[in-house]
């Protein structure tokens, strides 16, 4: 039992440190950037186009730092725990991403990081203790509106931003192995009113960061 408690004690301090490092924006990438390489010079114009959709994109990946530890803390098995914390060290690569693409912009991420990274801590928590396949299940629909919402902004990104548009595409395709991963490992789909609601949250979100 001490054992038992001194790792969850363990974990729980991690998932501290990672929260204190996720909002601050000390987070570092294992991966390269898939910006590296391209000039990530802009008119002023196009910087003002692209800044406030990575700004949202920077903190989709704060959420998902909080879901994923929240989602980890919670997992019933250690193979579930484990998807989910090699998600959530992917997902650290898009954070350090965006973060690096938004100081090249010259605009900074947005002011209620600490908000948003609370309250989807909070979600996760939800969803892990409602068990491994909804939780499972949880992430696959989670990753579904990510990708749907990374591919809107591929549309929306100035064509001459190269360097924002290599990053998101690189987000969306790992945004499917995830779910496709939750999908293969058991996710249950979640009822209809499950989804509108968090469409409705993932909106008011994108809404409020694409400004503050």
């Known amino acids: 039992m001490a054992f038992e408690t001194s790792t969850s004690l363990d974990r729980w301090l991690i998932a ?9 924006g000390v987070a570092q990438a ?10 990530p010079s802009l ?12 700004r949202v994109n920077h903190v989709g990946e704060v959420c998902a730092q909080a879901l994923y530890e929240a989602q980890a803390l919670t997992a019933r098995s250690p193979e579930i725990r484990a998807q989910m914390e090699q998600a959530s060290h992917e997902e650290t690569d898009h954070l350090a991403w965006t973060a690096e693409r938004l100081r090249s912009l010259g605009d900074r991420p947005s002011l209620l990081n600490p908000l948003w990274y ?30 749907e ?3 809107g902004h591929l549309n ?29 490992a058991g996710g249950a789909p979640l009822p209809a009113p499950v ?16 400004y503050i």
Do not use: C, Y
């Open 16 to 24: 501290a440190d990672n929260a204190l490092r996720t909002v601050s």
């Open 30 to 39: 294992g991966r390269p950037s898939p910006a590296a390489g391209l000039d």
């Open 43 to 54: 008119p002023t114009d196009l910087k003002r186009q692209s800044a406030p959709l990575m």
């Open 118 to 147: 609370a309250g989807a801590f909070a979600i996760g928590l939800v969803a892990g203790r409602a068990g491994d396949a909804w939780s499972l299940g949880f992430l696959v629909e989670t990753e579904r509106q990510v990708e």
């Open 149 to 151: 919402h990374l591919a």
């Open 156 to 184: 929306r990104l100035p064509a001459d931003d190269h360097a924002s548009r290599a990053i998101v595409a690189q987000m969306k395709h790992d945004e499917a192995q995830h779910a496709e991963a939750a999908l293969a």
């Open 195 to 210: 989804r509108w609601l968090m469409r409705g949250a993932s909106k008011v979100m994108t809404t409020t960061a694409h």
